[in-house]
């Protein structure tokens, strides 16, 4: 039974062995993040570097016909993306104009929601009863200054909090 023995203590010891969990120091770990680092780096680049190359043999292969498509596309895309932009600089102007004909201050204005006209009076109607404002009578640029309509404490407040004469 001696070797019987033998063997199950060997197996015992090569088990404890690998149970046992290998530690490592702070600079074993720092090389190795930065070995990991720089592999990923090389592989990116090496990816790119093929992306490029297929772009290129996708584009000589292409027939004038699909290239001509992808120039239209291009431009559609373009196009939309002008309108996009222009429609955004009509809906700032109308909020302002609407903002300023309903005596809303300059700072308040750009705050306004809504995608059309009405829309946005509708909501600049709103802002402007919550402010206790009248809608201006003078022109834009004309000037003219918002009056209350509500002579209470807190507006009163708010005003001398403003620097607004009463």
């Known amino acids: 039974m001696p070797e019987n023995e033998t063997a199950a203590a060997t197996t015992d010891t090569t088990q404890d062995t ?3 969990e290998k530690t490592y120091t702070q600079a074993e770990v720092n090389a190795a993040a930065a070995s990991a680092r720089k592999a990923d780096k090389e592989a990116l ?8 190359k297929l772009a290129e043999i996708e584009a000589a292969s292409k027939s004038d016909s699909e290239k001509q498509a992808d120039l239209i596309a291009k431009l559609k895309a373009d196009k939309e993306a002008a309108e996009s932009r222009v ?3 009509e809906l700032a102007s109308a909020k302002e104009r609407i903002g300023a004909e309903l005596g809303i201050p300059a700072s308040l204005r750009s705050r306004l929601s809504g995608t059309t006209e009405d829309e946005l009076r509708a909501d600049a109607t709103s802002v402007a009863a919550e402010l206790y404002v009248e809608p201006s ?4 640029g004309g000037g003219g200054r918002p009056t209350t309509t509500d002579t209470g ?4 407040a708010a ?4 620097g607004l004469k009463d």
């Open 137 to 140: 009578k003078t022109p834009i």
């Open 153 to 156: 404490p807190d507006v009163a």
């Open 18 to 20: 690998a149970n046992v």
């Open 159 to 162: 005003r001398k909090a403003a």
């Open 87 to 89: 429609t955004q600089v």
């Open 45 to 52: 680049k090496a990816g790119e570097a093929a992306i490029a």
